[in-house]
């Protein structure tokens, strides 16, 4: 690979983890904490969260296009999309949901129902955060093997 394509892979992929670790090990722990109530924090956390996602969608789709570019292996190719797309999926499905229903969840006139709802929604974000994350650790240790 090509010293520029192997430095932009390598700072797409560091401004993702690194990203992705200090908003979970900082960003929302510190906002929760913090802040006088979780509409408050969620009000923080959230377009932080969008930006992970959107960056997450380009850099997934940025570093799969240089893998293909330098010809590299087909997990290099393929499982930055596969993160991509779980962003995208986090982004525009689960996310979208969340926004929808926090009115009925937490508003005037809230229900139990809706309340468990969020509850469900936030729990998947969590879980496919918590996938995404692992799954940038494992990317990160297969681009720093070298190859055989």
């Known amino acids: 690979m090509r010293w520029w394509a192997l430095s932009l892979n390598a700072l797409l ?3 993702w983890l690194g990203g992705w670790t200090l908003f979970a090990f900082v960003v929302a722990p510190v906002a929760f904490r913090t802040l006088p109530s979780s509409a408050d924090a969620g009000k923080l956390v959230g377009p932080v969260l969008d ?3 959107i960056y997450g969608i380009a850099a997934g789709i940025g570093m799969s296009g240089l893998a293909a570019f330098a010809r590299q ?3 290099r190719v393929l499982l930055p999309l596969v993160l991509a797309g779980i962003c ?3 982004q525009f499905g689960v996310t979208g949901a969340i926004d929808e229903i926090r009115p009925a969840a ?3 006139g809230s229900s139990a129902e809706a309340a468990a709802r969020f509850s469900q929604l936030h ?3 969590r879980l496919l955060y918590g996938i995404t994350g ?3 650790v494992i990317l990160t240790v297969i681009w720093a093997r070298r190859d055989s």
Do not use: D, P
């Open 73 to 75: 292996s087909r997990t």
């Open 134 to 136: 692992a799954g940038l």
């Open 51 to 53: 930006f992970l996602h």
């Open 123 to 125: 729990e998947l974000s």
């Open 88 to 90: 995208a999926a986090s």
């Open 13 to 15: 992929l560091g401004v």
């Open 106 to 108: 937490f508003g005037a």
